[in-house]
C-alpha cells in the first residue's frame, strides 16, 4: 500500500487525538476532594525524597501496595516519570500512575492515574497532590489532595470513605518509614502493629 504524505498527517492528526483522550486530565466534571495531612518529625527535603523523589518505590511505605515499580524507561521522580502499584499479590488490580506536574521548589506535586485494571475511578477527572512543608523547627507536614469522580459515578460517596481510610494509612506509612527507615507495605502487614501508634493524620476536607 502507498503510503502519501496526506495518509501519514491523517495518521498522525488519529495518533495525536487518541493519545489526549487517553491521557489528559480534563477535570471538566464533578468531583469529589479527599485531602489529608500528618506531621513528620523529619526535614522536608527527607519526606519529599521519600514521597516523590523515589516515586517508584511507593511501597516502602503504603500498607496497601504489594509491589511498586518504575515503567516505560522512566528512572527517578521527576516530570513524566511513571510507576505500576499492584494492590493485589497476583497483581492482577493495580494502577499506572505518572507525575503530570512537579514543583520542586515549593515541593508540590501532582500525580495522575493513566491506566488501571480493578478500580472505579473516572480517569480523566481524577488527580491527586503530594505536598511537603517545612515547618521550620526539624518537622514537616507532608499531606495528599485526591479529587476524584468514581465510575460509575453514583458509587462516589460509598468510595470516599474507601479513600480517605487509603491516603490516612499512607501516610502514617509515610510517617513510621521516614521516622524509623522500616518499611510498611502490604506483604509484610507492617501497618496492624504501628497504626495505633500514630493518631495523628489530620483530615482537612473529605
Not at 498522525?12 to 464533578?30: R, Y
Not at 523523589?53 to 522512566?74: Q, T, V
Not at 512537579?102 to 491506566?115: L, P
Not at 503530594?130 to 460517596?157: C, H, L, M, W
Amino acid at each position: 500500500m502507498k503510503i502519501t504524505t496526506r495518509s501519514m498527517l491523517a495518521l498522525t492528526v488519529v495518533f495525536i487525538i487518541n493519545s489526549t483522550v487517553s491521557f489528559a486530565q480534563s477535570m471538566s466534571k464533578k468531583y469529589r476532594t479527599i485531602k489529608v495531612e500528618v506531621e513528620i518529625n523529619a526535614s522536608a527535603d527527607r519526606v519529599w525524597e521519600a514521597m516523590v523523589l523515589d516515586y517508584g518505590e511507593i511501597s516502602n511505605f503504603s500498607p496497601y501496595i504489594y509491589s511498586s515499580n518504575y515503567i516505560s524507561g522512566s528512572l527517578k521522580g521527576e516530570q513524566g516519570a511513571k510507576r505500576k502499584c499492584s494492590f493485589n499479590e497476583k497483581g492482577t488490580r493495580w494502577t499506572h500512575e505518572r507525575i503530570e506536574e512537579i514543583d520542586m521548589q515549593n515541593m508540590i506535586m501532582r500525580n495522575i492515574v493513566i491506566d488501571a485494571e480493578k478500580f472505579p475511578l473516572d480517569l480523566d477527572n481524577s488527580q491527586a497532590y503530594y505536598r511537603v512543608k517545612d515547618n521550620g523547627n526539624g518537622t514537616s507536614t507532608a499531606s495528599y489532595e485526591f479529587q476524584f469522580r468514581t465510575k460509575p459515578a453514583f458509587i462516589g460517596a460509598i468510595a470516599k470513605g474507601n479513600f480517605k481510610n487509603t491516603l490516612k494509612g499512607t501516610l502514617i506509612g509515610l510517617k513510621h518509614y521516614v521516622e524509623t527507615g522500616e518499611k510498611v507495605n502490604a506483604v509484610n502487614g507492617k501497618y496492624k502493629e504501628i497504626k495505633k501508634r500514630y493518631p495523628n493524620v489530620k483530615v482537612v476536607k473529605g
